[in-house]
């Protein structure tokens, strides 16, 4: 079974920043999309950030020049900086794995959530 295991979420002030970070583990061979959701209370959830496995990005417009997502494939982890942090920014952040093949079915994907983090931003 796959896992991804987040950490990084707090509280911070306005105009603080703060580091996710999401780390798949299993029998993963491949993971084709790794991304950042967030859901603040009753809203939708909504996509923040993606990266593709060669580095192919994209963002939110609310989130554009302040977040910076990354991946590292060798370790199965995405990261997401955050700068610049605003109230509206609040939210519990989902991390995403999208079409992960296991080792022992690389012709068949999957897709995994982590438990999702709260982020707090206090004005």
């Known amino acids: 079974q796959v896992q991804l295991v987040e950490s990084g979420g707090g509280l911070v002030q306005a105009g603080g920043s703060l580091r996710l970070s999401c780390a798949a583990s299993?029998?993963?061979?491949?993971?084709?999309?790794m991304n950042w959701y967030r859901q603040a209370p009753g809203k939708q959830r909504e996509l923040v950030a993606g990266?593709?496995?060669?580095?192919?990005?994209n963002y939110a417009d609310s989130v554009k020049g302040r977040f910076t997502i990354s991946r590292d494939n060798a370790k199965n982890t995405v990261y997401l900086q955050m700068n610049g942090l605003k109230p509206e920014d609040t939210a519990v952040y989902y991390c995403?794995?999208?079409?992960?093949?296991?080792?022992?079915?690389?012709?068949?994907?999957?897709?995994?959530w982590g438990q999702g983090t709260q982020v707090t931003v206090s004005s």
């Open positions: 990266i593709t496995s060669d580095g192919i990005t």
């Open positions: 995403n794995a999208d079409g992960v093949r296991s080792r022992y079915n690389v012709g068949v994907e999957y897709d995994y």
């Open positions: 299993g029998n993963i061979f491949s993971i084709d999309v």
